[in-house]
């Protein structure tokens, strides 16, 4: 079979027969399974691919009747198209779909440009070019979110090949009849400077100077008024030498063409696009343009600062090839000053080690601007030349070190017939004509350490500069790993290109744009970049769009450059080492992975990127990764450490990982394209599971006697805490994925577990945490009425209500409480809950200063439950105000016989410090700090160090009231300590006042 995709849809049979698809959902879906190269596609995937957002109740029967008509119009024995509870395969042959066999021209064409066989550049290119048919699928009904990524991808090769085609004409001097083609091109892409420069240089050789130049003026405005930059150094050094009549860009005599390359008509663009070749600045069998400025005008040729220099080759060439540096170089400045005061330090004794200067990071943070500014501050110090070299370690076919010396051999010299065959031998020549000479190498996008080293002088003198993805460990020098600039630094930069006035009008939208981009400098440059190419829009247009659910990676472009695929190279570098290492293992290990459930699921890095990327955006530890991957905890670390030598994932401290914004976003991406929504629904269930088990259990330590949520005994998640500070500093370090994880619970219809996550966080968030408080339960509340269940609202609601009074808001607290006695009034089998809400409304009328109206709630809340002691404990409080201490400590004795025989020792430690507030009301000092010691004591043992504090406090105060100042100010001291570490702010308040007045 044949398959087109490149053009109209074309099926056809081996010998060239055309098949015809019947219906167009047909059509829809094997267009679907081919655009994935044969790669499995789920069930989510291709009724997405078929009917976008629009997805009806029916779409799976339909697609088992598609499929049957497909088999049956394909005509083949059945197994063409595999069907599983997964999804879709559908099986090509290499030599089927044109997509592939483009990208197999494309590779090759590659592969002969870095050798320079420019006449296998150009018969390549023309294969390539002659597969196209028109609009890539033009006559299938596709939703634009699944045609135009592959139209724009595909176009974008397209035009990267019409790149080297010309290029290998200009080189083999045919430039000839090339330059309405080129013309027609440069209209069509006015922004796309290689096409500019060719053009000139087509129309200069073939005797039209004048021409030449004012192409370059048309494009120079345009360039200006579009972008409100200057063109490219490399294309103003062409202008200048076609200005001046630079002999040196005569071209020979044109050879023979051995094809005919399609015209560069409009068509659209790829499957599986081409990654760029490294800029390489290869010299040319063509002695008129020896410097590689002619065709590639990106690349500064040495001659444009020394017009008088020998435009021949010479044996010992001075190279020069460092891109230019931004002139809107921002931030970094810390990084910038030690490389440089590193390379200021370059001489060294003969034989010392040659230092590897390395900065790593993920796609877009800067690593190849950062070491390029560095170069040039410090060029002046290695007179012999600098060498810049991509090595396009992210991209799918990484230069091999034996090609990468064979550039390295050109660039110093070396004829291409002299270069030796063989890695061994192009090292040791390598060394030995770089020995004795002070040259700066610049290795770009290296993708690791083997494909380093061969490259390395031999001896000291030469310095050389890396920029990765990877962390490379294992070389003596400075290493940098690259994150996001800060915020000032930011700041700067996206006003430097989106201009200071426009930044400054709208502050906050302009927050919102920093934020969005994360302080990564490709995604701040091409935000600015927006700005500035459209002046109608306003801050606020773009931070709108940058926040819009799900948009942020589709907004942040800007021509051929994106966020999202300087991001992905990453990710699809990790997944294909992923799945070369799995299918090293053998077919059952490749393949499967036991879960802790007892069932099995595919396993990996990659996997592990997509689904933590569902997480709320906080740093989170190895153990809940483990839970929502359903794996142990020892390869879950693995795959994160591998996730973080990638950048592909931070790690603020040991054990600790976090996702950057922008990451986290193609994260989710990835999921919705990779992962079914039963899959990721789990890893989002199983997360919530993990914090509302581990609460529960956190809170079990924190507040012993409180009333809990009731949770499958039989389903926990994780054993008990050991103590008190154990779980307290569990709180701590998951705080912020434990309150994000409500809200996501919310969102993803977890509403019974959202509302009972709030209610088990009350324990933690009571200590000072009054913003995540109200955060969590007004989510709960909103999750608990969508489960229409009363009580949980209810529980909700007393918990808002604690929140309020604790805020120092007693008369708005007890609003709240009324709509929890109108849940349960009335209502059977109540009496706990009404009995806790009276109670509740006493301390409310405690606080306000009406002790009547506080006692008369506590009968209330006794006749419900006579027994309860947090009601006695507050009733005691209450008789105190009003001057009844001897009633108060009849009502604590009460209470106390109640703890002593129930073994209540969280309560009676309460009461024994209400007793001790009693007995100092009662002007009984030396017995109330037998009370207070008693107390402290207990809650020693239950390690409830909030209570403590709060019995230090008062046993202060009975100590200062005996006239012990020492002993008084030594509680309160360490009162406060513990307050201000539990974030009590109010009795941090008192307490200062204390030791301030003592």
């Not at 709208?506 to 600015?528: I, N």
Request: glycine residues 8%.
């Amino acid at each position: 079979m044949r398959f087109g995709l490149l053009g109209s849809f074309v099926v056809e049979d081996a010998e060239g027969t055309p098949r015809q698809i019947g219906t167009p959902k047909a059509r829809a879906l094997l267009a679907v399974l081919l655009l994935r190269g044969g790669s499995p596609v789920s069930w989510d995937t291709v009724k997405t691919g078929i009917w976008g957002e629009s997805v009806p109740v029916t779409a799976r029967a339909s697609l088992h009747n598609h499929v049957a008509r497909l088999r049956r119009d394909l005509d083949e024995n059945g197994d063409r198209i595999q069907v599983t509870p997964a999804g879709f395969r559908l099986r090509v042959l290499d030599d089927e779909l044109d997509v592939t066999r483009f990208d197999r021209y494309v590779c090759r064409a590659r592969t002969a440009r870095l050798a320079e066989d420019w006449a296998e550049v150009e018969a390549l290119t023309c294969s390539a070019l002659a597969l196209w048919r028109g609009a890539p699928l033009s006559d299938v009904s596709l939703p634009d979110t699944e045609r135009e990524p592959f139209v724009r991808r595909m176009e974008e090769a397209r035009l990267q090949v019409l790149e080297w085609g010309y290029e290998a004409d200009l080189h083999l001097g045919r430039h000839q009849g090339i330059a309405a083609e080129l013309a027609e091109l440069v209209a069509a892409h006015p922004l796309r400077e290689t096409f500019v420069g060719q053009l000139m240089l087509a129309l200069h050789r073939s005797g039209r100077p004048a021409d030449a130049l004012l192409a370059y003026d048309t494009a120079r405005r345009t360039i200006r008024r579009e972008l409100g930059v200057d063109p490219e150094p490399g294309l103003v050094e062409l202008h200048r030498r076609i200005l001046t009549l630079d002999p040196s860009l005569t071209a020979q005599p044109a050879t023979e063409p051995q094809t005919t390359r399609p015209p560069a008509t409009n068509a659209p663009t790829p499957r599986f696009p081409t990654v760029d070749p490294p800029v390489t600045n290869p010299p040319v069998t063509d002695p008129s343009v020896t410097d590689p400025s002619v065709i590639n005008p990106s690349v500064t040729d040495p001659r444009a600062t020394d017009p008088s220099a020998d435009p021949h080759p010479t044996p010992h060439p001075t190279p020069h090839q460092l891109p230019s540096s931004p002139a809107d170089f921002t931030g970094r400045e810390q990084e910038l000053d030690r490389i440089v005061g590193e390379l200021a330090e370059a001489d060294r004794p003969d034989g010392a080690t040659v230092l590897v200067h390395r900065v790593s990071g993920s796609g877009g943070m800067g690593k190849t601007t950062l070491m390029v500014r560095a170069a040039h501050q410090i060029r002046e110090r290695f007179p012999d030349g600098q060498i810049f070299l991509d090595l396009g370690g992210m991209t799918t076919m990484p230069m091999p070190p034996e090609s990468a010396l064979g550039l390295l051999l050109r660039a110093l010299g070396v004829a291409p017939e002299e270069v030796p065959c063989g890695l061994q031998a192009r090292s040791a020549q390598f060394r030995s004509l770089i020995a004795g000479r002070r040259m700066l190498i610049l290795l770009d996008d290296a993708g690791d350490a083997a494909q380093i080293r061969p490259l390395l002088p031999g001896a000291a003198g030469s310095a050389v500069l890396v920029t990765s993805r990877r962390r490379l460990v294992s070389f003596p020098g400075v290493r940098i790993d690259l994150g996001a600039l800060p915020d000032d630094a930011a700041h700067r930069l996206l006003a430097s290109i989106a201009g200071e006035d426009r930044v400054a009008a709208q502050p906050s939208a302009t927050t919102e744009v920093l934020r969005a981009c994360g302080g990564m400098p490709l995604a701040l440059r091409l935000a600015g970049s927006r700005l500035a190419a459209r002046p109608a829009w306003s801050v606020q247009d773009l931070a709108h769009r940058l926040t819009s659910h799900g948009r942020v990676l589709r907004e942040l472009y800007a021509d051929d450059l994106h966020v999202r695929t300087a991001l992905q190279m990453s990710y699809e570098l990790l997944l294909q080492e992923s799945q070369d290492s799995q299918e090293s293992q053998g077919p059952q290990e490749s393949q499967r992975s036991p879960g802790r459930t007892g069932h099995t699921r595919h396993t990996g890095p990659a996997r592990a990127f997509r689904l933590l990327g569902l997480m709320p955006s906080a740093a989170f530890g190895t153990a809940v990764a483990a839970a929502v991957l359903d794996c142990d905890e020892r390869s879950v670390e693995d795959w994160l450490e591998a996730l973080v030598d990638a950048h592909l994932l931070e790690s603020p401290a040991p054990g600790r990982y976090q996702f950057h914004c922008l990451l986290q976003a193609l994260a989710v991406e990835l999921a919705e394209e990779s992962d079914s929504e039963e899959e990721r629904g789990l890893a989002v269930e199983r997360f919530v599971l993990w914090c509302l088990h581990g609460a529960d259990a956190a809170t079990a330590r924190l507040a012993p006697a409180a009333r809990r949520v009731p949770l499958d005994a039989g389903a926990r998640l994780r054993g008990p805490f050991a103590d008190y500070d154990e779980a307290y500093g569990w709180f701590e370090r998951e705080r912020e994925v434990l309150v994000a994880a409500v809200s996501l619970a919310h969102e993803a219809g977890l509403h019974a577990q959202a509302w009972s996550l709030a209610a088990s966080l009350w324990a933690y968030v009571r200590l000072g945490r009054n913003d995540d408080w109200l955060t969590t339960h007004t989510v709960g509340l909103a999750a608990a009425r969508a489960t229409g269940d009363e009580r949980a609202e209810a529980w909700m609601l007393n918990g808002l209500g604690n929140q309020v009074l604790k805020t120092g808001r007693p008369a708005e607290a007890i609003g709240y409480f009324r709509r929890v006695l109108r849940i349960h009034e009335g209502a059977p089998g109540r009496d706990a809950e009404l009995s806790a809400v009276f109670n509740n409304m006493g301390t409310c009328f405690t606080d306000l200063g009406d002790h009547e109206s506080a006692l008369h709630h506590y009968r209330k809340s006794l006749v419900r439950e006579p027994e309860s002691c947090a009601t006695l404990n507050n009733m005691a409080d209450a008789l105190s105000h009003l001057g009844r201490h001897d009633e108060a400590l009849d009502v604590l004795d009460r209470a106390e016989a109640i703890q002593r025989a129930t073994r209540d020792l969280v309560s009676l430690a309460i009461g024994l410090r209400v007793r001790g507030d009693v007995l100092r009301g009662a002007d009984r000092a030396a017995e109330a700090v037998e009370a207070y010691r008693r107390a402290l004591a207990l809650q020693r043992l239950g390690g409830d160090q909030h209570s403590e504090a709060v019995s230090l406090m008062g046993l202060g105060d009975a100590l200062a009231d005996l006239k012990r100042q020492t002993e008084a100010e030594a509680c309160w001291g360490k009162a406060l300590r513990w307050m201000e570490r539990l974030g009590d702010q109010g009795r941090s308040v008192d307490l200062r006042k204390r030791l301030a007045g003592a």
